[in-house]
């Protein structure tokens, strides 16, 4: 007797409720999706406990005649296709006629709608159980509850994270779908609080100001590119307003929000050379191509597209970013080294050789600290320079060799040991960006910001620690402008921010104003810490962190954006303190975000590179 056999519906539902069902932001993006469908003027979200227990969707769209809802919760039942052929051409979101049924297999749900000629009608599946359609009065349009996801699943609901986590994860897939579709009014309702009351705007950057505060959106950058029948539409942030997450960056193709590496790369690559590693740019990005040149059936939940032509789109992308920045200045430190025969690039250019060799001084030398350097030819010669031919009587290893210049007395050593000699040790600034200091062990090159960031977070740190942080009051409280889930972040985190000198108090509506500062961060903008403080809790609250995690990324966000910066010009005695204030704090060898603070050119290296040896 054979062993193959069908599966029963319900377990192929629990199956692919695996795929499309995650947590409780893929129901509100799969309810929000079917909703958009039904072409409403107004989609209302209701969640409470993050989704677990209560997800809503009400629209004014078309709505389901009471025959068809029995149909809507079987898999594989959509109104929305009927051929195969219709599937190179989607318009819709939906297609797959997967969700509902998945979704009524693994919670309670139930459906109440109304169309413009039939009458309401209401349909209840518990764990996939369907109490039948009954006659219920109702507006037109559609409602959808999904109460208690995975509440007969124990094993699935375990894999569920605290509230605040999934309400992140929903109100992200909200957001987004507002975001795609700015003519329609919108709102979103956490725990019987108001977070975002939409009404339909008449462009894209009036919603993004709806959603993220205007303040960010009067900032963006503009720009849009067309070829042929593809057009690329950027609305991007100015560089200086980078952040340490890619959470602003936003991607549509039409309304359907997806996410693509190479696209991904094509921004990169337009920012190139304007921000710092690990620092990520704001964007909204929004491409229209035909139907045929995009293939949206790849991905059980539709966030991965496949393009006819990504090449295409890759070239059109980074044409639009850069049209977007073009006429802002560079920042002369941080200007790409390729801009043609002009002086100061060519000297630039150099000094970045330079510096490349001396990074890979520098890391053959972490990476092998302990023992002495490997007897490597060329690893650290400037590019410039050939390296030698291997001489006929071959030299002692590297290592013998620097075991011989260690018992000679250095002549720059002679007063070395001595701790006054340290402290007054010989720094100045280049190019404003750099300080060079002459050390016992050679030439140590600095990056100005990423030391003084790692200072900083040190000096926060440590005065936190002992309750001796400066707090400067502002006679002028700042005003900021913020969207409404990053004025409930700020709100929940009010003590730790308080705690680190940061005095937040409301002003109304998703307005706060900022009373006090560090005194440790001196004059820098109270709103550049919030949009720091507020990207980097938002992707702690993500993942999932404790209070000592969001104290650390609080810290983070005030050393990171009170930092002097490339192209700031210093005077000899900010140099010298901050010289000697890497001595203070051990740490200070590497900025927070683990690039390095400084390089090392050795003396041995040095009299190797010039063959003094
Ligand atoms: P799909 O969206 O892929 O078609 P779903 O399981 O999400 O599959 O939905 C099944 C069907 O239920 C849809 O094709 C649609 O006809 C109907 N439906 C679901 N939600 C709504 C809604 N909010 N308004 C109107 N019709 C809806
Ligand atoms: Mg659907």
Redesign the pocket.
Known sequence: MGRIQTLPTSVINRIAAGEVVERPASVVK?LL???L??APAQIDVTIEQGGITLVRVV?D????EPE?LPL?IQPH????LRVAEDLDQIATL????????SIAEVSRLVIR?RTATGAGSRLEVDGGVSSGVAPEGCGL??S?EVHQLFGRIPARRAFLRTPATEWSHASEAFLRTALAHPGIGFSLTHNHRRVHQLIAADGWRQRIADLFGRQLADRLLEATEADGDVTVTALVGRPEDDLPSGRLQHFFVGCRPFRDRSILHAVQEGYRGRLLAGRQPIVFLRLGVPPLSVDVNVHPAKMEVRFRDPGRLHRLVLAAIRRALLGLDAPPALRPPAAGPDKTVASEESAAAGLAAAEVIWQRQLADDSTPPAASGSGGVIPAVPPLPPRPSAPPPAWERDEATRQEPLPLAATGGDPARLQAERAFQLHDRYLVVETRAGIEVIDQHALHERVLYEQLRDRLASGTLEVQPLLIPERIDLSPSAHELVERHAGVLAEAGVRVEAFGGSTVVVRSKPALVGRTPAAAIIAEVVDRLATLDAAGGDRRMVVDEVLHSLSCRAAIKAGDSLSQPEVDTLVADRHRYPAARHCPHGRPTSLLLSRQELDRQFRRT
């Open positions: 799969e999706e079917n909703a469908d039904a629209d769209g078309s709505g389901i068809d809507a039942a959509t109104s929305k939906g297609f797959r006629g997967e969700a509902l049924a709608s349009g559609t959808v």
